[in-house]
């Protein structure tokens, strides 16, 4: 639906950040941060994600229904990995072989 | 613990019949009292009522809620064995189950047991997703390729009772079942003499220890490249990883198949993987060699 | 009835246009619902004989009528046509498809391309498990459990792995296709809770459909991909974890067991209220239990699990959740009772099916909680008590229900009726074989028969007798609404538009609904299953 | 649903179907209908990062080990490759709603080439993994040490970016479909949500890879 056109440079601005947080995760990557890498680098994900989502997709003018379809989404991919994760977490005996 | 079951199931029993009735009842009633006499007459208005609404969702919520606490005590009554059990090894595969008793004896889909002692079974599977189910006991477990899962039971009563494989696994599936006969101890100490042509199953791990020649390396003398295991058995061991790691069966076990997976501190991860080479029972006879290892005296008298 | 002129209208969707085209090309998201019934039938009965060949053989406790190989094959192939070809599909897209757009007064689906696009995926789907099914046949079980179906089994895995496949994808588009239909082309007036409580049903299933069906997507990928290219996702040699396939399985296939009762549950709210001429009981509450069961229905399916090697701690969590999604079901059955209080019950044929299914909906859904609490399912699992459960609400519920709605909108869809007495019988007859079917099952189970055995110890032949027995009433039952359901195409009586004086956008149009399934598109000013209001009113 | 005097101009529009009473309402439900199966998207990778994520848990050193394998360079490249086409996308969603024919279709073409240039970067990489015996099989070949786990590493490495290059390649076959459109004038000014929900699958496209890149090819990578 045209239902709201953003201007030009709004898609660049966003590409320009999309471009500088690759850089970005690819540089954290060679530094021994431990396990806070693996956080490092799903935030970056989650953030540029996240403005694709917002901006190219314009779920940010969508109408509320939009919205909750991706929040919907997101959070069943939350309960699929919460809830395998509650049995994997406290396994008594180790895996192995 | 069949008794304790026993009980949760016959309390539900009376729940779902008094709940099964009252319904059934009730929709017969209505359609009985209520029936269409004119074909054109219409159902009364009733406006719905919130307290009767509240009612009949939080009444059957406390019900669950008190079969969920029975429930779960039973279930952690039936998934943490006791310490002193008499340990027994299970192997399953396709279409047959292989016991094995410490002191060596092996039996195909037969399982002698003392009556009265808790029997805790250690059990993993050669190919498929199989599951000991003995009816009697209430118990069943799967049995998994590639780790242990254990169960536990202790017999009241000596008889022989059915044993089936409850995971589909195949085309015999149906034929992969068993009995377990519960003999008096005096009986069970005589069957368990007669029949042990070759010894326990620590010395058959001893013998399989000096031909793979786990003995390089392994030396009591510390002076080995791999670490010393006399006494190690149920200690916790720093690993190169920096974590600490309790020496139980599933650790011996994935040592000697994935040895640079918890490699023990101090050591380098130079031991082969034996995946391939030993079977699940000479895996077992390792297990309890290692076991078998008692902590040297101080004086190396060796 | 009693509806002033009882007339068949000259032109309606199904003499809208003749031949083959016109019924394999149609957009008519009626004819494809047609199509969906004769498809979805054919299913049912293929694997409706596979039950009675499996009833024969377990008459002895000796595997003698089939090898135990062929045996396996006849359990795995009647799971696999029984779920994903015909209670999954069998109320939303034969009844659902009928009914969505008429009861929100829209013209048709949001994309009726993609409705007859679902319908032959849904075809192929079936044809690639067919050929499976003839060329050896599946031996995995319907749940096609790793390492057995990746490393074990040499059936035709991969064939019927991607017939599934291809099926699930007809079950995501039928449920997009509801979900826009519902929430963009209601008629002005039609709010959402002024919607039939079938609307809510469907709705709520289809959101299942949609949340669901792509995990067991790729869990059909990734056992593919074991056994074509050695990828060892679930193969412990290579440290892959069996249990993790369960969990990905189970993800999809609780939730499905959903999809198929909530449009049944829907179904009977229908038949309650026209049949006992009331507003349901508490019609709010039991629209928000079907969509409490859709979301609660996501968080339980660890509880197939219990014994299957995941932790002490997984399995409280998932225990005490599973009890949660048992509250709406309760809710909704109180209130169906609550319905009929004060109500002008009439026994025609699917009232007598809406009351079998909140009787045997009952036993099925009690039986539920002896599986959710831990330490009794650890002993009554993977038996034939788990056997009768799911029957109880499968056979018991949604093919009651399903039965039931079909005969509650055959006028609408043939514009005929079909002989109440003969329907009647029917119906006590498949009552009676079900129960002797399966609740001595409920027995066995707990005696501690395994599932899926060829052959058993001599002690359980009794009971099992009594369940082969009760299966071939219940087969002759089935067999019965075939013969005079067709028999009233010919000669049923010319049915009207109102023929059970109900409440309901689909009754105000004629039957059968033209094309376009309205004259004009209706304004909806009255409240869902208002009989106060004038009758007159309601018939266009 | 407005039944209001704009309904009869859009009536006769070609494009508007039968059942749907405005251009607005069938842009909205087809807008919808295409999230809807965005859901089914992110459920249906959802599984995989489900898999990578117990496994990853479980053997750390191994996915380390094997991650080490892949060219951090190209998949940097192709991750910029990717956000670049996402960009041209944005635009050419943006043209389509100001009715600028010309622009729609280069910026369409501009996408197609780069998610070709996708394929060709992802077709080297993996002719490198079967040239290397990274691929799980028989004859996959590592470091003893790993050589059981790395096939798990790998195994999730090609049907993940596999599943995401076949999801670009239908991608590919949309913009095609698009671009004929675009250029045989069914895409107007006023009918431009075609562009819109083929955007809206592009850039979720280009949001699978945004989580695989980092997943797969940048696992403790300072131990390098």
């Not at chain 1, 919907?72 to 072989?97: C, E, K, N, P």
């Not at chain 2, 304790?4 to 729940?15: E, G, M, P």
């Not at chain 2, 498929?128 to 118990?139: L, N, Q, S, Y």
């Not at chain 2, 009986?187 to 001893?206: D, K, R, Y």
């Amino acid at each position: 639906m045209s239902s709201h056109i953003l201007p030009k440079r709004v898609y660049y601005t966003i590409f320009a950040i999309l471009l500088f947080c690759t850089y970005l995760t690819v540089q954290i990557a060679f530094l021994d941060l431990g396990a806070l890498n693996t956080v490092a680098a799903l935030g970056i994900a989650t953030f540029k994600a996240t403005i694709v989502v917002l901006f190219f997709m314009h779920v940010k003018y969508s109408t509320r229904l939009t919205w909750a379809v991706v929040l919907g989404s997101v959070f069943w991919l939350g309960i699929l990995l919460a809830l395998t994760m509650t049995d994997y977490l406290t396994r008594v005996w180790r895996h192995y072989g | 613990m069949a008794g304790r079951v026993d009980n949760l199931y016959f309390f539900l029993l009376a729940i779902s019949i008094f709940f099964s009735v009252l319904i059934a009842g009730l929709i017969v009633f209505y359609a009985i009292r209520y029936r269409r006499r004119d074909p054109d007459s219409v159902g009364t208005v009733l406006h719905g009522m919130m307290a009767l609404e509240v009612g009949w969702t939080v009444i059957p919520f406390i019900i669950s809620m008190v079969i969920f606490v029975w429930g779960a005590s039973v279930f952690f009554a039936i998934s943490r064995p006791p310490d002193e059990t008499l340990n027994i090894y299970v192997v399953g595969k396709q279409w047959m189950w292989k016991f094995q008793h410490l002191d060596g004896q092996r039996e195909i889909n037969e399982l002698h047991v003392p009556v009265g002692r808790p029997v805790k079974l250690i059990m993993t599977s050669e190919d498929v997703i199989h599951d000991v189910f003995v009816p009697a006991f209430r118990v069943k477990a799967d049995v998994i390729p590639g780790r242990y899962t254990n169960l536990w039971f202790q017999p009241t009563k000596p008889g022989r009772y059915h044993l089936f494989c409850a995971e589909y696994c195949g085309t015999r599936h149906s034929g992969m079942t068993g009995e377990v006969i519960v003999m008096e101890p005096s009986e069970f100490q005589t069957w368990l003499s007669g029949g042990a042509p070759e010894g326990s199953l620590a010395s058959a791990g001893a013998k399989l220890f000096q031909d793979l020649a786990c003995n390089t390396c392994h030396r009591p003398d510390a002076q080995g490249r791999g670490p010393v295991l006399e006494g190690l058995f149920g200690k916790t061991v720093q690993l190169q990883s920096g974590e600490t790691n309790t020496v139980d069966e599933a650790y011996v076990r994935e040592s000697i198949l994935n040895p640079a997976a918890k490699v023990a501190a101090g050591f380098q991860p130079i031991m082969p993987t034996f995946q391939g080479l030993v079977t699940e029972e000479q895996l077992l006879e390792l297990v309890e060699y290692v076991k078998s290892l008692q902590a040297l005296p101080q004086v190396q008298t060796r | 009835m009693a509806s002033p002129t009882v007339f068949m209208p000259p032109r309606h969707y199904l003499n809208d246009g003749y031949g083959i085209k016109s019924w394999l090309l149609t957009r008519d998201h009626k004819r494809i619902a047609l199509l969906y019934l004769a498809s979805v039938t054919f299913f049912f009965f293929l694997g409706g004989a596979m039950a009675v060949l499996i009833r024969l053989e377990l008459a002895t406790p000796v595997g003698d009528l089939v090898t135990d190989e062929t045996y396996n094959k006849l359990f795995t192939m009647h799971g696999v046509m029984m779920v994903f070809f015909f209670l999954i599909p069998a109320i939303p897209s034969v009844l659902g498809n009928f009914l969505v757009p008429i009861m929100i007064g829209a013209k048709d689906l949001a994309f009726p391309k993609l409705n007859l696009a679902s319908w032959y995926i849904y075809v192929i789907g079936a044809t690639f498990t067919t050929y499976s099914l003839v060329t050896g046949g599946l031996d995995t079980g319907w749940t096609f459990y790793t390492p057995f179906s990746t490393v074990a089994s040499s059936s035709n895995v991969i064939s019927a792995a991607l017939g599934i496949f291809i099926t699930g994808f007809s079950s995501i588009l039928t449920g997009l296709n509801f979900i826009v239909t519902i929430h963009r082309m209601r008629a002005p007036g039609m709010t959402w809770f002024r919607m039939p409580l079938f609307m809510w049903s469907i709705y709520a299933t289809s959101l299942i459909m949609v949340l669901g069906t792509p995990v067991v997507a790729i869990t059909i990928v990734l056992v593919a991909a074991e056994r074509l290219f050695h990828f060892g996702f679930f193969d412990p040699r290579v440290g892959g974890d069996p249990v993790l396939f369960q969990h990905l399985f189970w993800f999809y296939s609780h939730p499905a067991v959903y999809i198929m009762i909530l449009p049944a549950m829907g179904v009977i709210s229908e038949l309650v209220a026209a049949f006992c001429r009331k507003q349901v009981f508490g019609y709010k509450f039991v629209a928000f239990a079907s969509v409490a069961i859709a979301v609660l229905g996501f968080l339980v399916w660890g509880h197939h699990m219990f014994v299957a090697g995941i932790s002490v701690y997984a399995a409280l969590v998932f225990s005490i959740l599973s009890f949660l999604v048992a509250v709406p079901s309760a809710v909704k059955v109180f209130n169906w009772t609550a319905t009929m209080y004060k109500g002008s019950v009439s026994w025609q044929t699917p009232m007598l099916y809406a009351i079998g299914f909140i009787g045997l909906f009952t036993i099925g859904g009690l039986t539920g909680l002896f599986l959710a609490a831990v330490g009794l399912d650890v002993h009554v699992t993977d038996t034939y008590f788990i056997v009768a459960h799911f029957h109880y609400i499968m056979v018991g519920g949604t093919i009651m229900g399903y039965l039931g709605g079909l005969h509650y909108w055959w006028p609408k869809i043939s514009g005929r009726l079909y002989n109440e007495f003969l329907a009647k019988i029917s119906a006590a007859i498949i009552f009676v074989g079900f129960n002797l079917t399966f609740f001595p099952q409920f027995i066995l189970g707990y005696l501690g028969m395994p599932r899926r055995y060829h052959a058993y110890p001599p002690e359980f032949q009794v009971l099992n007798v009594l369940s082969s027995a009760g299966a071939s009433i219940l087969g002759v039952g089935y067999l019965l609404p075939m013969i005079y359901l067709m028999w009233s195409l010919r000669y049923g009586r010319i049915a009207g538009s109102n023929p059970w004086g109900a409440v309901g956008l689909e009754w105000t149009t004629t039957s059968p609904p033209p094309t376009e399934n309205f004259a004009e598109t209706p304004i909806v000013t009255w409240e869902a299953y208002d009989y106060q209001a004038p009758v007159e009113h309601h018939v266009a | 649903m407005s039944h209001d005097a704009a309904a009869h101009h859009e009536a006769h529009h070609p494009a508007l179907a039968h059942h749907f009473d405005s251009l607005a309402q069938q842009s909205e439900a087809t807008t919808l209908g295409m999230w809807v199966f965005l859901v089914t998207e992110v459920l249906f990778f959802g599984g995989l990062f489900a898999t990578y994520m117990i496994y990853r848990s479980w053997y750390p050193d191994a996915f380390a080990a094997a991650s080490h394998e892949l060219d951090v360079t190209l998949g940097t490249i192709n991750t910029v490759v990717l956000i670049t086409s996402s960009l041209t996308m944005a635009l050419a969603v943006h043209a389509a709603q100001l009715g600028q024919r010309k622009l729609l279709m280069t910026f369409l073409i501009l996408t197609m080439i780069l998610g070709g240039v996708f394929l060709g970067i992802k077709s080297v990489e993996y002719y490198h993994k079967f040239a290397e015996h990274h691929v799980p099989g028989p004859d996959f070949q590592f470091e003893k040490e790993y050589i059981r786990h790395a096939q798990l590493f790998f195994s999730l490495y090609f049907v993940m970016t596999g599943l995401h290059a076949l999801h670009m390649i239908i991608g590919i076959g949309i913009m095609l479909v698009m671009l004929w459109w675009s250029w045989n004038g069914t895409i107007t000014e006023e009918y431009s949500s075609p562009i819109e929900i083929s955007g809206l699958y592009w850039h979720f496209v280009d949001i699978v890879w945004i989580f695989l890149f980092p997943l797969l090819y940048l696992i403790g990578r300072h131990a390098h």
